[in-house]
Nanobody, 115 residues
Framework: VQLVESGGGLVQAGDSLRLSCTAS????????MDWYRQTPGKGREFVAR????????YYANSVRGRFTISRDNAKNTVYLHMNSLRPEDTAIYYC?????????WGQGTQVTVSS
């Protein structure tokens, strides 16, 4: 599975962004999908998960209540809606299949939140 993330940018604290991740080369509608993020000097941190149908979601404590994961199986795309962004959300955001990453990591999309 090949994954391409997009939608990042430079925003101010309190702003919102929507990230997208489009998959190809697999049966997207059968996959659980995860979002991760990574900052310099740190490993990838789990952010959110959505099951194949979109009926079940799970979030890291650090983003619960602010971020929402969703998907459109017709478009082979998973989204991460990020509200009330904080400087500590600054990272490169990646998606992959879950619960164990099985796809090829994409280039990620940079999110930078200024205070």
């Amino acid at each position: 599975v090949q994954l391409v993330e997009s939608g990042g940018g430079l925003v101010q604290a309190g702003d919102s962004l929507r990230l997208s991740c489009t998959a190809s080369g697999g049966t997207f509608s059968s996959y659980t999908m995860d979002w991760y993020r990574q900052t310099p000097g740190k490993g990838r941190e789990f952010v959110a998960r959505i099951n194949w149908s979109g009926s079940t979601t799970y979030y890291a404590n650090s983003v619960r209540g602010r971020f929402t994961i969703s998907r459109d199986n017709a478009k082979n795309t998973v989204y991460l809606h990020m509200n009330s962004l904080r400087p500590e959300d600054t990272a490169i955001y990646y998606c992959n299949t879950g619960p164990s990453p099985g796809g090829s990591w994409g280039q990620g999309t940079q999110v930078t939140v200024s205070s």
